[in-house]
């Protein structure tokens, strides 16, 4: 989890709130990743951005809006957001390398639940 | 079905045990990974294997990867109370860039 900041750690908010998550890594990664993990499910791939530019937009619903200001940093934007929408959002970096898919380092994540 | 799924869904061990977990996959991978979470945290790197090798060795770790079978296994050797985890395989597919797709996982508890 080193080199990889997530805040806030735990996020409540009713569903008719606007919050934010953000994403800081150390590491001088150029790609960085946003992931939900619900119970029971896989972990999801959200969004990739890849030397700032966003690469993969996997049917994420319009209330998640993500923003890559530089490589360093990842936002995800909520706003209007569903009980379901409640589970662990993690962020990951990695050395973006177009052939191969090397390793990622995830941050330790922001618990939120939606009432 | 998912592209990467882990075998058994849990699992659970005495210490000094060894635990075995296993995945498949279904499409041509560049790389396959396995990564740990503990709970509710984040995931931890622990080791990967290219396409073209067979077996990797990282401390307690070793990793077999048969392409043939699309499948590969997750050995941890002389297991410990702090290896209970939650543990996951992900595939970095042929021409899938950086996107990495991560099965459902192995629940690991290792009893003293």
């Known amino acids: 989890e080193t080199g990889v900041t997530q805040t806030p750690r735990h996020l409540v908010m009713g569903m008719t709130n606007k919050k934010s998550l953000k994403c800081e890594q150390h590491l001088g990664h150029n790609a960085m990743y946003w992931y939900k993990q619900s119970a029971k499910k896989p972990l999801e791939l959200m969004f990739v951005y890849s030397l700032e530019e966003r690469v993969e937009n996997n049917s994420v619903p319009s209330r998640f809006s993500p923003e890559c200001p530089n490589s360093s940093h990842l936002f995800l934007h909520l706003h209007t957001l569903q009980p379901e929408d409640s589970a662990l959002y993690l962020c990951a970096s990695s050395q973006a390398d177009r052939l191969k898919g090397g390793e990622q380092f995830f941050g330790p994540g922001t618990r939120l639940t939606v009432l | 079905s998912q592209q990467g799924e882990e075998d058994p869904q849990a699992l659970s061990i005495q210490e000094g045990e060894n635990a075995t977990m296993n995945c498949s996959y279904k499409t041509s991978i560049n790389n396959l990974q396995w990564y740990r979470q503990n709970s509710g945290r984040g995931l931890v790197h622990l080791i990967l294997?290219?396409?073209?090798?067979r077996e990797k060795h990282s401390g307690r770790l070793r990793v077999t990867l048969d392409t043939s079978k699309k499948s590969s296994s997750l050995l941890i050797t002389a297991s410990r109370a702090a290896d209970t985890a939650s543990y996951f395989c992900?595939?970095?597919?042929?021409?899938?860039?950086?996107?990495?797709?991560f099965g459902t996982g192995t629940q690991l508890k290792v009893e003293l």
């Open positions: 992900a595939t970095a597919l042929t021409g899938g860039g950086n996107k990495l797709t």
């Open positions: 294997i290219r396409s073209n090798e």
